[in-house]
């Protein structure tokens, strides 16, 4: 079955520790996203990536980081710089073109938390 | 500045109908997405609106408005499974593919 897989599913982070989030997806999508989700907020963007090897800042991007090697990959990482990292993390992807009614699909989530 | 805009939560009894405001003011428009998000899942598609008018899929509905930067989603014939939050996002005049997000309007069906 085609889709967008995250993982792990719960995530604990320790103080000045580095983490990274997996997230792959076999739709054979173009473009894919990091969000991050707090209770009672919206989803906001972190990253977002239209090719492989090219991503750009979304509007919360401060202590995350990113990479694009492959198409179907889009792993993030929550640096130590982060210092509020407790959130719901979701990855999407989707096809570029369209008009722009192409719509995102989202993996699971991450859910991440100090210890 | 981007800004979108849904109520907090609705109560609605199985059976009936409930219609979910958003209202946008960003620096471009190009479509308007709803998604619904049951507590601790992924956000899944719902609709699609680039155009002004009504939008039918089975027991959900979705109304575009873009003079008054407005939509609603309309879910018809209430079930218990429909208990969610519903997400209303905008795609701004960046026509490649980031979204906004409302913070969401959470709505409880009870029996």
């Known amino acids: 079955d085609g889709g967008i897989t995250q993982s792990p599913k719960y995530l604990f982070r320790k103080e000045g520790q580095n983490v990274t989030l997996s997230c792959e997806q076999n739709?054979?999508?173009?473009?894919m996203y990091w969000y991050r989700q707090d209770p009672g907020q919206g989803l906001r963007l972190i990253y977002y990536?239209?090719?492989?090897?090219?991503?750009q800042k979304g509007d919360i991007a401060e202590g995350y980081s990113v990479s694009r090697e492959k198409k179907e990959s889009f792993p993030l990482t929550v640096t130590s710089a982060q210092k509020n990292p407790t959130a719901f993390y979701l990855c999407?992807?989707?096809?570029?073109?369209?008009?722009?009614?192409?719509?995102?699909?989202f993996g699971d989530g991450t859910r991440l938390s100090i210890l | 500045g981007q800004n979108i805009d849904q109520p907090t939560e609705m109560t609605a009894t199985e059976g009936a109908i409930v219609q979910i405001n958003c209202t946008y003011q960003?620096?471009?428009?190009?479509?308007l997405f709803w998604y619904q998000q049951h507590a601790g899942e992924a956000p899944t598609f719902l609709s699609y609106?680039?155009?002004?008018g009504l939008e039918e899929k089975g027991r959900f509905s979705s109304f575009l408005s873009r003079s008054k930067g407005y939509s609603y989603l309309l879910l018809k014939e209430l079930q218990m499974k429909d208990s969610a939050s519903y997400l209303c996002?905008?795609?701004?005049?960046?026509?490649?593919?980031?979204?906004?997000f409302g913070a969401g309007t959470q709505v409880v069906v009870t029996p």
């Open positions: 739709l054979n999508h173009d473009a």
């Open positions: 609106n680039v155009l002004d």
């Open positions: 960003t620096s471009g428009f190009n479509g």
């Open positions: 999407a992807s989707s096809m570029l073109g369209g008009g722009g009614n192409q719509p995102q699909h």
């Open positions: 990536s239209q090719i492989v090897n090219d991503f």
């Open positions: 996002a905008v795609r701004d005049g960046d026509s490649w593919g980031k979204l906004q």
